[in-house]
């Protein structure tokens, strides 16, 4: 989703998918660049996983297209590469993973090597990668949820793809489990070189992992950007108490400070970070007035992506 050189790993325009008369999703546009790990928020149902199935061409977009790599995936027009050559490059994980109980996690493994023609060596460090070096001769039966996911998570991986789409990675896992997903996500884009699409509807997971975010909401797009971007949709607030501060509140004004006065000693002033609250300081300091505390409330992503859905929701 940002601007960075070279050409996107993913490209969406206009994906639009419906369900008889029900908008799944509809006009959504984004890029993803190589090293990114891009998160769509949005709560279930909000259209997320559609995106994904449209991007692996699991099902077909009603209007719109999809490129990988950039060559043409779905829908549009124009010369189309053999799908299976594109998705060769693509690790997923949106569906229930193809796990069999009787087999070991090593052979589970083994069968999907098989059938991608991988190498045995690429199977060893799809299970280090995940840690799961010391289960991987256990029946996949007997495994944890979190193992599970784990071995899910090695089956993506081999081959070392150059994208992941994953939805929903740490759904089913305790804190331990979310905790070592969400590392290995971290890792793969520096360690590894592999690009991450995810969807979640965890704000505190988004934080953790993503370098990008985009905010799904009933099938719109309604954000897309980097988390200082995302922030920047809200202001904070410098919070001053003064000796004076109706008068206070009035010198602010006259120099262009959107300055509001409760009734007590404190001004509340829409500020964009430390500099705009030393320049307060300054300003009431210079005129004379007293300032017995300052101090800077910014948003949370949890106050903006509430800001942004409920918007959305007042203007479907």
Do not use: C
Not at 3 to 17: F, N, R
Not at 132 to 140: P, T
Not at 153 to 171: K, R, S, V, W, Y
Not at 198 to 206: A, R
């Amino acid at each position: 989703m940002s601007e960075q050189q070279g050409l996107p790993m993913i490209e969406a325009e206009g994906l639009t998918k419906y369900y008889g008369s029900f908008a799944a999703i509809e006009d959504v546009t984004f890029k993803v660049h190589r090293g990114e790990v891009v998160a769509f928020l949005g709560p279930n149902g909000a259209g997320k996983s559609t995106t994904l199935r449209l991007l692996l061409g699991l099902i077909r977009p009603d209007a719109g297209e999809a490129r990988l790599f950039g060559s043409l995936l779905s829908g549009g027009r124009g010369p189309r590469p053999r799908r299976t050559e594109l998705l060769r490059r693509v690790g997923a994980l949106v569906e229930s993973p193809s796990i069999y109980p009787n087999l070991t996690g090593r052979e589970n493994l083994e069968v999907t090597r098989r059938l991608t023609g991988g190498t045995r060596g690429q199977i060893g460090y799809a299970l280090h990668l995940v840690g799961l070096e010391g289960a991987a001769d256990r029946l996949a039966g007997g495994y944890s949820t979190g193992m599970k996911q784990r071995l899910a998570l090695a089956l993506a991986l081999l081959g070392m793809p150059d994208l992941l789409i994953l939805d929903e990675p740490t759904n089913g896992l305790d804190p331990a489990g979310m905790q070592e997903v969400r590392a290995l996500i971290r890792r793969l884009p520096e360690e590894h070189g592999v690009t991450v699409l995810l969807s979640s509807h965890l704000l505190v997971e988004v934080e953790q992992v993503a370098t990008h975010i985009g905010i799904i909401q009933e099938g719109r797009l309604v954000f897309q950007g980097t988390q200082d971007e995302l922030r920047a949709q809200m202001e904070g607030q410098a919070i001053l108490q003064v000796d004076d501060p109706e008068r206070a509140r009035q010198a602010l004004r006259d120099a262009g400070w959107a300055a509001r006065w409760n009734g007590n000693a404190r001004l509340a002033v829409p500020a964009s970070g430390p500099s705009d609250a030393a320049m307060l300081n300054a300003l009431l300091v210079r005129q004379g007035f007293n300032v017995y505390q300052l101090g800077l409330n910014q948003p949370t992503l949890e106050d903006v992506f509430l800001s942004l859905t409920h918007a959305a929701e007042a203007h479907a």
